[in-house]
C-alpha cells in the first residue's frame, strides 16, 4: 500500500527562500539603556510571518529585555521597529496585546489566584466586549459571550493536554504544567506573533519534549509566528528556523541554525561563559 | 459528607459555569434565602432585627464594596467610611431636593455620586500601588469627612451639624424615619443587599471580574494581555464607591435614623476593611462571614456578662469588648490569614472529599 | 438452542436494525455521551441514527462494502462506536483493535484481517498505520476522528471523520431516497451474519480472530439485560480497550439492546473524575480495578486524622459483620442495621460517592479471580458487586452470580440458555447462542476448540460445587504437580499473594520441580506510601524493590500465605519455599504481561531463567541484566542484584490454630 | 478671588514677620512630633517590614501608663522607669504573640494585625486608665512650662514655649542617640543588617526574634518620649491615636526606612500644615489641616512615586 506518502509541507529552511517571505517585525539599530548601563547595543533582525525565529545567548546577553522592547514595555533610547509593515510609535504595553502580540514570562505569570481555565479565559479578554451591564444581568448576552469563548479556550485546553487540571487553581500545579497553562494563556490570544521567554526553563527532559512538540504545533496547526528565547542550544537547534544570537547586548550572529553552529563568535560566546 | 456529587454531570457550558454548580450548595443557599426572607422575619423581635440583622446587613454590603477593590482588584483602600458618606449625604441631599421621589430609588442613585468621587480618587492608583495607595485613600478619608463638616449645604445648614432621616413612603408603607417599622427597614435592607450581592457574583464571573483579578494577582501580566490599567482600576474604583455608597446611605436611612460626620470616620474604614480582611480578600460570602464577626460578636460580648451573672459597668464592658475583639482578630489573622472564606472552603473540601483527608 | 429472548423480538436482529428502532421508541433519550472540551456531549438515539447514517453512506461513497474488513483503532469514543454499526450497516465486518499495541502486533492483526479501511482515533494511530503499509497491503483508506496534527499529511487516502460524513450528508441531501436504499440495504441481513471479529490477546501464540454474529451477540445481550433487569435508563462508563469483549458487549451490545446511555470518559487521565460524574448504574471492571481503588482508599485512609480512621475502622467492621447479610436480605438486628445506616451516612455512602458507584444497580467483575477480601469489602458498602465468568468465544456470558447467591470462591451459576459440563480432563466446557462462528483463516483452531456439536473448551480446570456454583481453580494446562507429587496451582498461590494490597503481581514455578519458588512485584503505589510514612528513602522502582524492610514486609505476606495453604489439605504440599522480588515491573510492553495485564508466564519462565535457577540452586542472590522496552519503544538494560529469600513451612493443619487467635 | 489664593497670603507674610515667624515655629514643633511618631514606625518597618499602626495607640498608651502611675503615688522619676520597664514587656509580648507567628505573611496581614493590636490597647488602656483624657505630668519630670518672647525689633514678637524647645531638643537627642545605636554598637549593625538582607542577617547568627522584641522596644521609648511632648502641649487622650496617621504622609515623603528621611519629612509636613492652615485654610473654612498632609504626600508621590530618597525602581519581568 503506497497510497500514504507523507509529504509535509515542512517550513523552508534555506535562507534564500526565506528571504521572498513576509516580514512580520523588523528591528532597526535598536538601543536601550538603564541609567546609563547599555542594555541592548545596535541590534537589527527581522522575524517573518510563519517562521519560529530563536533568540539565544549567555546570560546577561539582553535577551528578555529584546522581547521587553519587542511587546513595548521597554522604549529603546535609538532605534526603530517596524511592525507589520509599520513604524511603531511609542506604545503602552497594552496597545501590543491589540496589536497580536503575546508572550509567556521567563518566571511563569499566571494569575495564581485562578484556576487554570480562567487563567486562559483571560486570554480573551480583548475579544470580549460586552459592557458592565450586560455583565450584571449576566443571562443573555454575557452569558452567551462567555461561553462562545469558553468553546475556544476549551480547543486550547484539549490542544495542550491539560483537561484533567482545568478547574485547579494554577498556584497547586507543577512547574512544567504551568508553564504549559501560560503558553495556553497566550494562544488564547490567537497572537499574530507568539513570545516566549524561555519556554523550558527548570523543566526536565521530558517536559522539555512536549513543550518542543506544543511549539511546533503551534506554529504549524495555528500558523502563529512563534520568537523564543532559549538557554538550553540543543532544543533552539532542532526547534527554529532561524536564530539570532545576543552577546553582552550585541548581535554577534544571525541565521539559520546550523549556520549559527558553526560560528566562531558563537562558539567563543558561549565557551567565554562556561570558562 | 454531605457532599453527594456523583451523578452530577453537566451537559451544557450554562450549566458548568452556573454560580452554584453543585447541587447541595444550591440546596444550602435556598435555605440561607428562606431563613433570611421568611423565617427570621417571623420569629425575631426588633431589637434583633434593629440591632443584629440590619447593621449587619448594611456592613454585609459595605464589605462587599470593599472587597471589589480590596480583595479582588488588589487595591488597599482606607476610604471606605467616607465613600459610605458620600452616599448617605447624597441621598439625604436627593430626598431634601426630591421629596416625592422613590426613597428606594434615591437611595440606589445615591451611590453613583460615591463612585464619581471614588473613581476620582482611583485615579493615583495607575502610578501609586500597595501602602502608598493607602495614603490616597486616607486623603480621601480626612478630605471628605472635612467637607461633611465644612459645607453646612450638605446636611441643609442644620444647627446640630447632622443629617436627620425623614419620614417617607414606599408604596404606601413608611420605609425611613422614625416611625419606620423595623421590619419594613430589614425587608428593604435584606432586598438591595441580596439583589447587589447577586449582581456582583455575576460580574466578578465575567470579563470584567476577571480583568480586575488579572491585574490583582499579575499586572504586569494583564497589561500585556490587553488589559488597561487605569480602565480597569478606575472601574473597579466606581463600582467599589458604588456599592460602599449605597451601604453608607442604608446605614443612614433604615439603620441610624440620623448621622453626623464621625459617623463616617477612619474607624468605620478600619472596621469595614476588618471585615474583608476577616472575612476573606476576594470573596463574596467571606464579606457576609466577617461581617457578621465584626459586628455580631461585640453585640452578643455584651451580653456575656449579664448572661454570666456578672453586673459590670457598661464602659467596663465596652473596654473588654473592644479588647477582646483585638485579641481576636490577631488570633483569627494566626490562624488564618486568608480569612473565614477560606476556613470554609476548607471546610467544604473536607465534606467534599470525606472520608478521605484529600 | 436459540434462546427465549431472541424469539420475542426477531425483528431487529442486527444492530443497524435496532438502531432504528431505538431512534424511532427512544429518540430523545440519550444514546451517547463524551465528555469532550469539558463538558458531556451528548447524542440523543435519534441524533445517533443520522450520524450513523451520514458515516455510513459516507463510507459506502469511499468504496467500503459488505464482506469487507474495517479496522477500528482508538480509544473510546462515541465516534468509533458509531462507525462499527456504520460499517455493519454496509454488511462489512468492524475489527476492533487494542489501540496501545506496538505496531508489529497491531500490523499482524490488521494483516491477518485483511482490513481495507481503518478509522483511528488521532494522529498517533495514523503514524502507526501508516508505518505498517508493508505489512497491511490490503489496507486502502484512513479515517481519524481527532485532526489534530495531521493537516499537512497527504490527503488522497486520508479523511477525516467529518469529512466522510459530511459527504454522506451532500449525497442523502442530493439524493433523498439514498437514505431509504441504505435502510433496505442492511434490512436484508440476516442475524447469522458475521457482526464483528475480536483478536484475543491469548497467553500464547499468536493472536486468533474471533468471529461472532449478530446472534451470538444480540441473544447474549438481551438474556444479560433479562437477567440483571437492566433497561433504558442505565448509564454505563465507557472506558475498557473497545477490542475487549466485555466493553464491545456491555457497550455496544448490551447498550443498544436495551437502548441505555453509553458515557466515554474525557482521557484516562481524568476517569476517576468523570466516573464520579457519571455515576454509572451498570459497571464492569476487572478485578484490578477494584483493587486498585480499594488500594486508594486504604492508602488515602492512612493519612487521615486519628479520629476519623477510629471511625473509619468502626463502621468498616460494621460493614464486614452485616453488610453483606443486608445486601442479601438477609435477617439483622435492629442494633446492627441502625449502626449500618449509621455507617451508611458516615461512611458508606461518602465512599460510593467518591468512587461515583452510588447510583451502581448491578456491577460486574471478571476476567481474573477477585480477592475475597476486596470482593466482600464492596459488597459490605452495600454494592451489588458481582462475578461473571466468560469469554470472548462465548460473547462473554458463561456463568453469573444471581442476586442473593453470592459466594467469594465461585463464579456462579449457568448464565440464561448456556449449557456447562466438566470434561473428564477437569475442563470446563459450554455450549449456548453465544457461542462464536469459527476463528478467521484458522479453522485448525476452531476445530480444536469447538467440538461439531457446539461444546467449546474453555482452557480452565473447575469444578461445579454441590450449590450448583462454577468454581474455578487454574488454567488447565498451568495445573501441574511437584516431584513429590504434591499438586500444584500456580495461579491459587499467585491470587493469594495478590490479595495483598503490596503486592501487585507473582509468578509461581514448582511444575515438575522440588519445591514451589516465586517472583514478586510490589506495588509502588501502597509500598510508595509505605515507605513515605516509614522515612524510607528510594530513587526507583529497584531500589525500592530491593530494600530489606520492603523484603521483610513481604516475607511476613509470603508466610500468611503458607499458613493458609497449610490449613487446605489439597494446596498444604505446595507451600512456597523461596521467593524474590523482581528489580522491574512486569510489563506488557516488554511482553511479560499480555494487554490485558495477565501474566505471560512461559515468557517470563525464558526471558527469566537464570533468576529461576537461582531460586532451585541455593544461593542467597544473582545478579541480572534486563533489557527493558520504553513506552516510546526505545530499548535500554537495566542490571540488578536480586535476593533470594528462604521461607520456613508450616506443617498441615497448623495454621488453623493460629489463624483462630 | 486668584488675588487670595496667589497674592494675599505672601503679602500677608511680608507684612506681618512675626507672625509668619511665629507659626514657622509652630509648624516645626508639629513636625518634630510627627518626625518622632513617624520614626516609631521607620525603626520597625526598617526591621520587620511591618508597618505598625500601632504606633499612634502606643504613644497613648505610654503617656496614659505615665501619668496613671503618677496619679497613684508613684512618684514621676519612679513613674517613668517603670514605664519605660512596661513598654519592655508591650515589645516582648507584641514580638512572641503577634509577630513570630505572622512572620512571612503578606504586608496587609501584617498590617491588620497591628490594627488589631490597636484595638486591643485601646481597650485595655480605657479598661485599666479610664476614658478621660489626662494632663501630662510636665512639671514633676522636670521639664520646662514658660516661655519666652523675643522681640523682633519694632514688628512685634515671637514667643517660644519652653516645653516647644524641649520636644526639639529631645528629638534631636533621640535621633542622634538612635544614629549612634545604629552606626555604633553591636546590635544596632544587626539591625541594619536585618533590613537589608534578612538571610544574610541569620547567616551571621542574628537571632530574628530578638531583634523585632528590641526595635519594638526601642518603638515604645520613642513612643513614651512622643507621648510626654504631646501631653505636654496638649493633654494624653485617646484623640492622639488620629495624629498617628500623620506619619503615613510623612514617611512617604521620607521612605519608610530612612530615619533622617523622617525628619525631613516631618518637618516639611509640620510646616506645609501649618502655613496652609492659617493662610490659605480660611478660604475654604478652616480645619484644613486634617487633610493638608496627605493632598500633600499625594500630590508628591504622583511625581515621585518611590519617595524623596528612594532610587527609581526599573520594573522587570
Redesign the interface.
Known amino acids: 500500500m503506497n497510497a500514504f506518502v507523507t509529504e509535509k509541507t515542512l517550513p523552508p529552511a534555506d535562507a534564500k527562500e526565506a528571504a521572498e517571505r513576509e516580514v512580520l517585525l523588523r528591528v532597526d539599530n535598536v538601543s536601550l539603556t538603564f541609567g546609563g548601563v547599555k542594555a541592548i547595543t545596535d541590534i537589527s533582525f527581522d522575524i517573518q510571518k510563519g517562521e519560529i525565529r530563536a533568540i539565544i545567548g549567555p546570560n546577561g546577553a539582553g535577551k528578555t529585555s529584546m522581547l521587553n522592547v519587542i511587546n513595548g514595555f521597554y522604549h529603546p533610547q535609538e532605534g526603530t521597529i517596524t511592525w507589520q509593515g509599520q513604524v511603531r510609535r511609542k506604545m503602552k504595553p497594552y496597545e501590543a496585546a491589540s496589536q497580536g502580540i503575546a508572550r509567556t514570562f521567563q518566571n511563569v505569570a499566571l494569575f495564581k489566584g485562578m484556576t487554570t481555565l480562567d487563567n486562559i479565559m483571560s486570554g480573551r479578554s480583548l475579544r470580549m466586549h460586552k459592557n458592565f451591564f450586560w455583565q450584571l444581568l449576566w443571562r443573555g448576552p454575557a452569558e452567551r459571550e462567555e461561553i462562545e469563548h469558553r468553546r475556544k479556550v476549551e480547543d486550547i485546553i484539549d490542544f495542550l493536554e491539560i483537561q484533567a487540571i482545568r478547574k485547579t487553581p494554577v498556584g497547586r500545579l507543577p512547574y512544567g504544567l504551568q508553564k504549559r497553562v501560560e503558553l495556553g494563556r497566550a494562544l488564547a490570544m490567537e497572537p499574530d506573533l507568539l513570545l516566549l521567554d524561555e519556554p523550558m526553563a527548570g523543566m526536565n527532559l521530558e517536559e522539555k519534549e512536549d513543550m518542543s512538540r506544543f511549539i511546533i504545533d503551534v506554529n504549524q496547526e495555528f500558523g502563529t509566528t512563534i520568537a523564543l528565547i532559549e538557554h538550553d542550544m540543543g532544543v533552539v537547534m532542532d526547534l527554529s528556523d532561524r536564530v539570532v544570537v545576543l552577546d553582552y547586548g550585541k548581535k554577534i550572529a544571525d541565521g539559520p541554525p546550523e549556520e549559527v553552529q558553526a560560528s566562531q563568535a558563537v562558539i567563543d560566546a558561549y565557551l567565554g561563559v562556561s570558562h | 459528607m454531605f457532599y453527594r456529587e456523583a451523578g452530577q454531570f453537566k451537559t451544557s457550558y450554562k450549566a458548568d459555569q452556573a454560580l452554584f454548580p453543585i447541587l447541595q450548595d444550591r440546596v444550602g443557599l435556598a435555605v440561607i434565602l428562606i431563613t433570611a426572607f421568611a423565617v427570621i422575619p417571623a420569629l425575631a423581635n426588633d431589637f434583633f432585627l434593629t440591632s443584629i440583622m440590619i447593621p449587619f446587613l448594611v456592613f454585609s454590603l459595605a464589605a462587599i464594596g470593599l472587597n471589589i477593590l480590596t480583595g479582588f482588584c488588589g487595591q488597599l483602600s482606607l476610604g471606605t467610611g467616607a465613600f459610605m458618606g458620600v452616599g448617605a449625604y447624597a441621598a439625604y441631599k436627593l430626598t431634601s431636593i426630591f421629596p416625592d421621589a422613590n426613597v428606594i430609588v434615591m437611595v440606589l442613585l445615591s451611590g453613583v455620586f460615591s463612585a464619581a468621587i471614588g473613581a476620582v480618587f482611583g485615579l493615583p492608583s495607575l502610578r501609586i500601588k500597595g501602602l502608598y495607595l493607602a495614603v490616597t485613600t486616607l486623603a480621601a478619608q480626612f478630605f471628605l469627612e472635612w467637607c461633611f463638616i465644612r459645607i453646612p449645604w450638605l446636611y441643609n445648614y442644620n444647627a446640630s451639624g447632622a443629617i436627620e432621616v425623614p419620614r417617607r413612603e414606599v408604596f404606601g408603607i413608611i420605609a425611613t424615619g422614625a416611625e419606620a417599622t423595623p421590619l419594613a427597614r430589614y425587608f428593604i435592607v435584606l432586598g438591595i443587599t441580596v439583589l447587589i450581592a447577586f449582581l456582583m457574583a455575576n460580574v466578578l464571573r465575567g470579563r470584567i471580574g476577571r480583568s480586575w483579578m488579572m491585574i490583582r494577582d499579575m499586572d504586569i501580566a494583564a497589561e500585556l494581555m490587553g488589559i488597561r490599567p487605569l480602565q480597569t482600576k478606575l472601574m473597579a474604583f466606581a463600582v467599589s464607591s458604588y456599592i460602599c455608597g449605597v451601604a453608607g446611605a442604608m446605614m443612614v436611612f433604615f439603620w441610624l435614623n440620623a448621622a453626623e460626620p464621625s459617623s463616617y470616620s477612619i474607624r468605620l474604614s478600619f472596621q469595614v476593611l476588618f471585615m474583608v480582611i476577616l472575612g476573606g480578600l476576594g470573596s463574596l460570602g467571606g464579606a457576609f462571614m466577617g461581617a457578621a464577626f465584626i459586628w455580631i460578636l461585640p453585640v452578643i460580648l455584651k451580653f456575656v456578662p449579664g448572661l454570666l451573672g456578672f453586673d459590670l459597668a457598661a464602659e467596663t464592658v465596652e473596654h473588654a469588648t473592644f479588647m477582646i475583639v483585638g485579641a481576636l482578630i490577631i488570633f483569627f489573622l494566626i490562624v488564618e490569614p486568608h480569612g473565614f472564606a477560606r476556613l470554609w472552603q476548607i471546610a467544604k473540601q473536607k465534606l467534599r472529599v470525606w472520608p478521605f483527608p484529600y | 438452542m436459540v434462546g427465549s429472548a431472541s424469539a420475542s423480538s426477531r425483528e431487529e436482529d442486527t444492530f443497524p436494525k435496532i438502531l432504528m428502532r431505538n431512534a424511532q421508541v427512544f429518540g430523545d433519550r440519550t444514546a451517547f455521551r463524551e465528555k469532550d472540551f469539558g463538558i458531556w456531549q451528548s447524542w440523543t438515539w435519534t441524533e445517533v441514527c443520522e450520524e450513523i447514517r451520514a458515516f455510513s453512506i459516507g463510507l459506502k461513497s469511499l468504496g467500503l462494502k459488505a464482506g469487507d474488513k474495517i479496522a477500528i483503532v482508538g480509544a473510546n469514543r462515541p465516534r468509533l462506536y458509531w462507525a462499527m454499526v456504520a460499517a455493519q450497516a454496509l454488511g462489512a465486518v468492524p475489527v476492533p483493535v487494542y489501540s496501545d499495541s506496538v505496531a508489529e502486533e497491531m500490523a499482524f492483526v490488521l494483516g491477518h484481517a485483511e482490513v481495507t479501511f481503518a478509522v483511528v482515533e488521532d494522529q498517533e494511530q495514523v503514524d502507526k498505520l501508516l508505518s505498517m503499509a508493508d505489512e497491511v497491503k490490503s489496507l486502502s483508506e484512513i479515517i481519524y476522528d481527532e485532526p489534530r496534527g495531521l493537516r499537512d499529511y497527504d490527503h488522497a487516502h486520508l479523511h477525516s471523520y467529518a469529512s466522510v460524513q459530511d459527504k454522506g450528508r451532500e449525497l442523502i441531501s442530493a439524493t433523498p431516497s439514498l437514505a431509504a436504499d441504505w435502510e433496505a440495504g442492511f434490512r436484508a441481513a440476516k442475524g447469522s451474519d458475521i457482526a464483528v471479529m475480536l483478536y484475543t490477546s491469548g497467553t500464547t501464540g499468536r493472536p486468533k480472530g474471533v468471529m461472532l454474529s449478530f446472534d451470538n451477540l444480540i441473544i447474549s445481550a438481551r438474556n444479560g439485560n433479562k437477567f440483571d433487569h437492566l433497561n433504558e435508563t442505565e448509564e454505563v462508563l465507557a472506558y475498557l480497550p473497545m477490542a475487549w469483549i466485555g466493553d464491545h458487549v456491555f457497550s455496544l451490545a448490551q447498550a443498544f439492546t436495551a437502548a441505555y446511555c453509553v458515557n466515554c470518559p474525557e482521557s484516562m487521565d481524568t476517569i476517576d473524575v468523570d466516573r464520579l460524574e457519571i455515576a454509572p448504574t451498570y459497571f464492569f471492571a476487572p478485578p484490578r480495578v477494584f483493587e486498585n481503588m480499594l488500594t486508594r482508599i486504604m492508602v488515602r485512609m492512612e493519612d487521615a486524622g486519628k479520629a476519623k480512621r477510629a471511625m473509619f475502622d468502626y463502621f468498616m467492621d460494621v460493614a464486614r459483620k452485616v453488610g453483606e447479610k443486608i445486601l442479601n436480605g438477609e435477617k439483622v438486628g435492629l442494633k446492627d442495621r441502625v449502626l449500618y445506616a449509621l455507617g451508611e451516612f458516615c461512611v458508606y455512602g461518602p465512599l460510593k460517592n467518591r468512587m461515583g458507584l452510588t447510583r451502581m444497580k448491578v456491577g460486574y467483575t471478571a476476567g481474573e479471580a477477585i480477592g475475597p477480601e476486596i470482593f466482600q469489602f464492596f459488597r459490605s458498602l452495600g454494592l451489588n458487586l458481582k462475578q461473571l465468568y466468560g469469554q470472548t468465544e462465548a460473547s462473554v456470558y458463561i456463568t453469573l452470580q444471581p442476586d442473593g447467591e453470592i459466594f467469594g470462591d465461585t463464579v456462579g451459576k449457568p448464565a440464561p440458555d448456556v449449557e456447562l459440563k466438566i470434561a473428564e480432563s477437569g475442563e470446563v466446557m459450554y455450549r449456548s447462542p453465544g457461542v462464536f462462528v469459527g476463528y478467521f483463516k484458522n479453522d485448525e483452531a476452531t476445530a480444536s476448540t469447538k467440538t461439531p456439536d457446539g461444546w467449546v473448551h474453555t482452557g480452565d480446570a473447575g469444578i461445579i460445587a454441590e450449590n450448583g456454583h462454577l468454581k474455578i481453580i487454574d488454567r488447565a494446562k498451568d495445573v501441574g504437580k511437584l516431584n513429590d507429587g504434591a499438586l500444584f496451582a500456580p495461579k491459587y498461590i499467585e491470587n493469594k499473594l495478590k490479595f495483598f494490597p503490596n503486592i501487585k503481581e507473582a509468578v509461581a514455578f514448582g511444575h515438575e520441580k522440588d519445591m514451589v519458588a516465586v517472583f514478586i512485584n510490589i506495588d509502588l503505589t501502597a509500598v510508595g506510601s509505605w515507605a513515605e510514612r516509614n522515612n524510607v528513602n528510594y530513587a526507583s522502582y529497584q531500589e525500592l524493590a530491593a530494600h530489606r524492610d520492603v523484603y521483610g514486609m513481604i516475607e511476613s505476606h509470603v508466610d500468611q500465605v503458607n499458613r493458609d495453604l497449610a490449613r487446605e489439605p489439597m494446596m498444604a504440599g505446595a507451600q512456597i519455599k523461596r521467593f524474590l522480588i523482581l528489580h522491574k515491573e512486569l510489563d506488557a510492553d516488554d511482553g511479560e504481561l499480555t494487554r490485558t495485564q495477565k501474566v505471560r508466564r512461559s515468557f517470563i519462565a525464558e526471558r527469566y531463567g537464570p533468576l529461576i535457577d537461582a531460586l532451585y540452586d541455593g544461593s542467597t542472590s544473582k545478579h541480572v541484566r534486563t533489557e527493558v522496552t520504553y513506552e516510546d519503544g526505545r530499548k535500554g538494560t537495566i542490571e540488578a542484584t536480586v535476593e533470594i529469600r528462604e521461607m520456613t513451612t508450616h506443617d498441615a493443619g497448623a495454621g488453623v490454630q493460629e489463624a483462630a487467635e | 478671588m486668584l488675588y487670595d489664593i496667589f497674592i494675599d497670603p505672601f503679602v500677608q507674610m511680608y507684612q506681618m514677620p512675626d507672625f509668619f515667624l511665629q507659626v514657622l515655629w509652630e509648624g516645626f514643633v508639629a513636625g518634630i512630633l510627627y518626625a518622632l511618631i513617624a520614626l516609631g514606625f521607620v525603626l520597625i518597618f526598617k526591621a520587620s517590614g511591618v508597618?505598625n499602626f500601632a504606633q499612634g495607640i502606643m504613644v497613648v498608651f505610654a503617656g496614659l501608663t505615665l501619668v496613671g502611675l503618677n496619679e497613684n503615688g508613684v512618684p514621676a522619676y519612679l513613674a517613668l522607669i517603670l514605664t519605660i520597664g512596661v513598654m519592655g514587656v508591650l515589645a516582648y509580648g507584641v514580638e512572641r504573640?503577634?509577630m513570630r507567628?505572622?512572620v512571612n505573611?503578606?504586608?496587609?496581614?501584617l498590617?491588620?494585625?497591628t490594627?488589631?493590636?490597636?484595638?486591643?490597647?485601646?481597650?485595655?488602656g480605657?479598661?485599666v486608665f479610664g476614658?478621660e483624657p489626662k494632663q501630662m505630668i510636665t512639671e514633676q519630670l522636670g521639664l520646662p512650662t514658660g516661655s519666652t518672647a523675643f522681640e523682633f525689633g519694632d514688628r512685634g514678637l515671637v514667643i517660644l514655649q519652653h516645653i516647644d524647645i524641649a520636644a526639639a531638643v529631645i528629638a534631636v537627642v533621640m535621633v542622634t542617640a538612635l544614629g549612634v545605636f545604629f552606626n555604633k554598637t553591636r546590635i544596632g549593625r544587626a539591625l541594619r543588617a536585618v533590613a537589608d538582607d534578612h538571610q544574610a542577617a541569620l547567616s551571621v547568627g542574628i537571632s530574628l526574634n530578638q531583634i523585632w522584641a528590641i526595635v519594638w522596644f526601642a518603638a515604645g521609648l520613642v513612643a513614651l518620649a512622643t507621648g510626654i511632648m504631646w501631653g505636654a502641649r496638649s493633654d494624653v487622650s485617646f484623640a492622639l491615636e488620629?495624629v498617628a496617621?500623620k506619619a503615613?504622609?510623612v514617611l512617604?515623603l521620607g521612605g519608610?526606612t530612612s530615619i533622617p528621611g523622617a525628619i525631613v519629612g516631618g518637618l516639611i509636613i509640620g510646616f506645609g500644615e501649618k502655613i496652609g492652615e492659617l493662610y490659605w485654610g480660611g478660604l475654604?473654612?478652616?480645619?484644613?489641616e486634617?487633610?493638608l498632609a496627605?493632598?500633600i504626600?499625594?500630590i508628591f508621590?504622583?511625581f515621585r512615586?518611590q519617595g524623596l530618597f528612594g532610587e527609581?525602581i526599573?520594573?522587570r519581568?
Request: no cysteine; net charge negative.
Open positions: 508597618f504573640v503577634v507567628p505572622l505573611q503578606p504586608e496587609i496581614i498590617l491588620m494585625a490594627i488589631g493590636l490597636t484595638y486591643f490597647l485601646v481597650g485595655f480605657e479598661f476614658g488620629i496617621f503615613l504622609p512617604i519608610f475654604v473654612g478652616g480645619g484644613i486634617s487633610w496627605y493632598i504626600a499625594l508621590l504622583l512615586p527609581r526599573i520594573e519581568i
